[in-house]
T-cell receptor, first 113, second 117 residues
Framework: KQEVTQIPAALSVPEGENLVLNCSFTDSAIYNLQWFRQDPGKGLTSLLL?????REQTSGRLNASLDKSSGRSTLYIAASQPGDSATYLC????????????FGSGTQLTVLP | GAVVSQHPSRVICKSGTSVKIECRSLDFQATTMFWYRQFPKQSLMLMATSNEGSKATYEQGVEKDKFLINHASLTLSTLTVTSAHPEDSSFYIC?????????????FGPGTRLTVL
């Protein structure tokens, strides 16, 4: 059974810092991996999706990398802003089912002005 | 593009009543829709997967007679919580996938906050 772990559970940084969020998964046979953002009491916003054949994806100040063999992904946020404060969730679709997302527990990010 | 809506966004009901939550894909056809439940400060837990025109597949531990799912069209899925009790209070989120086989990912609705008194 796929398990997804995110470290750290919470992170507080001053505005302007670059930061890295970590995600690890136990079964490397994944179909793709997605990073989401969730604001309090809201749904999920997809940030980046990485196919299993890809190594990284970039969108603006966000860069996500994927190392399938080691079961790891990182989300890099450059020049953080207070508006980046949210919970960031990592989720994988395993190759077996190719349909179900398994979520990590999330990293709660606070960017201080 | 790829917008998913949920209705209602918030519902409060008395114990024993049934509540229906709608999930719609507004600008694409969703071959598959998913229903998740999220308790405070916890991640999303998949409840069930539904494909248009067929019965939903429920995750282990989810009572199919309590959480009725209907996926009658390619743009609409409904979740009915029957005879709701306070322990059913949670944040329910749906997602829709245009074509999971193509790895396009899932698009999530804004969620429905259910409070059972």
């Amino acid at each position: 059974k796929q398990e997804v772990t995110q470290i750290p559970a919470a992170l507080s940084v001053p505005e302007g810092e670059n930061l890295v969020l970590n995600c690890s998964f136990t079964d490397s046979a994944i179909y793709n991996l997605q990073w989401f953002r969730q604001d309090p009491g809201k749904g999920l916003t997809s940030l980046l999706l990485i196919q299993s054949s890809q190594r990284e994806q970039t969108s603006g100040r966000l860069n996500a990398s994927l190392d399938k063999s080691s079961g790891r992904s990182t989300l890099y946020i450059a020049a953080s802003q207070p508006g980046d404060s949210a919970t960031y969730l990592c989720a994988v679709i395993s190759s077996g089912s190719a349909r179900q997302l398994t979520f990590g527990s999330g990293t709660q990010l606070t960017v201080l002005p | 593009g790829a917008v998913v809506s949920q209705h209602p966004s918030r519902v409060i009901c008395k114990s024993g009543t049934s509540v229906k939550i709608e999930c719609r894909s507004l600008d694409f056809q969703a071959t598959t829709m998913f229903w998740y439940r999220q308790f405070p400060k916890q991640s999303l837990m998949l409840m069930a997967t539904s494909n248009e025109g067929s019965k939903a597949t429920y995750e282990q531990g989810v009572e199919k007679d309590k959480f009725l799912i209907n996926h009658a069209s390619l743009t609409l899925s409904t979740l009915t919580v029957t005879s709701a009790h306070p322990e059913d209070s949670s944040f329910y989120i749906c997602s829709a996938s245009p074509d999971q086989r193509r790895g396009l990912g899932q698009f999530f609705g804004p969620g429905t906050r259910l409070t059972v008194l």
